[in-house]
């Protein structure tokens, strides 16, 4: 016999997210020492980490606030098209994120960029992967 599906643990994994902005701010901290250390004139890799990483902090917490807005048996059916809205809305704003970043910010690191972002996403799915 199966056995029900559990809850989702909407108010873990907001605080969660909302807690993923210290890991931010850590990063581009740790981006900041690294270049002062190395004497660099400018911040250029400090505003490019800083770039990827607020742009992947921003796309996962619209996913999160779209995709756990509703909970519930009976909510099943909004719940799926909430998560599939939450996942192009984060897509979108990534797309739409990186391609401002590339043409607003000059000089940029692009590889600094896109490895912000990676390591965000790796560190959001760290974090939420501890919620059972």
């Known amino acids: 016999m199966s056995k029900p599906a559990e809850r989702t643990q909407k108010a873990q994994i907001l605080a969660r997210q909302r807690r993923q902005i210290w ?56 719940i799926m098209l909430n998560v599939y809205l939450g996942q192009m809305a984060k897509w979108a704003i990534a797309l739409i994120g990186f391609a401002l970043i590339f043409m607003l910010l000059k000089p940029i690191m692009p590889v600094l960029v896109i490895g912000g972002y990676v390591l965000m996403q790796f560190i959001n799915a760290w974090a939420l992967s501890y919620i059972k």
């Open 23 to 78: 890991v931010a701010m850590a990063l581009i901290a740790i981006a900041a020492v690294c270049e002062l250390a190395l004497g660099a004139r400018g911040f250029v890799g400090t505003y490019s980490l800083a770039a990827g990483v607020v742009l992947s902090f921003v796309a996962h917490l619209v996913f999160a606030l779209i995709a756990y807005r509703q909970t519930g048996a009976r909510a099943r059916q909004a």
